[in-house]
């Protein structure tokens, strides 16, 4: 399977080797959706970033907890659990490793609402448990992830 995203970005009349120039650009996925990006003003100043965009770190924050969500969802419904809804405030932690700035770890924090039958608490620890385990996402990175819920 492939899969193919377009990453767009242009100077705008920027001189560039000063390194003043706008980290604002553009993903273009295949059905259609373009997200505006940046670099997170975090890392570079504003107005050279744009703080409104999204950044990488915070959509590799929310591709784990997305991925951990369909995975959690799609292992629940052949058990006969039915889900209202699931909202997770995913936290990602960035520090120096080996002299190197990586997300070392994602917090998942998730909060499910069931319709009838609730799964005690072991259930619940075992799906996500199962959800990391099947998560394509969890399996392709170094960096920690737990779920705190």
């Known amino acids: 399977m492939k899969m193919t995203v377009e990453v767009r970005w242009e100077r705008q009349a920027a001189v560039f080797t ?8 553009t993903w273009h996925f295949d059905g259609g959706q373009v997200v505006p990006a940046s670099a997170s003003p975090h890392i570079v100043p504003l ?20 991925c951990h969500m369909l995975t959690f969802l799609s292992l629940a419904a052949p058990k006969g659990l039915v ?6 405030r995913a936290t990602g932690v960035m520090e120096k490793v080996n002299g190197k700035l ?8 998730p909060t499910i609402v069931y319709v009838g039958e609730q799964p005690n608490a072991s259930t619940q620890a075992e799906l996500h448990h199962q ?5 394509f996402i969890a399996n392709s990175v170094k960096t920690d992830i737990q779920v705190v819920a």
């Open 47 to 66: 107005p050279y970033s744009v703080e409104a965009n999204v950044d990488p770190e915070e959509a590799y924050i929310a591709a784990i907890s997305s």
């Open 102 to 109: 990586v997300v070392s770890r994602v917090d998942l924090d």
């Open 18 to 25: 000063d390194k003043r120039y706008s980290r604002a650009h």
């Open 83 to 88: 889900i209202e809804s699931y909202t997770d």
């Open 131 to 135: 959800a990391h385990e099947q998560c």
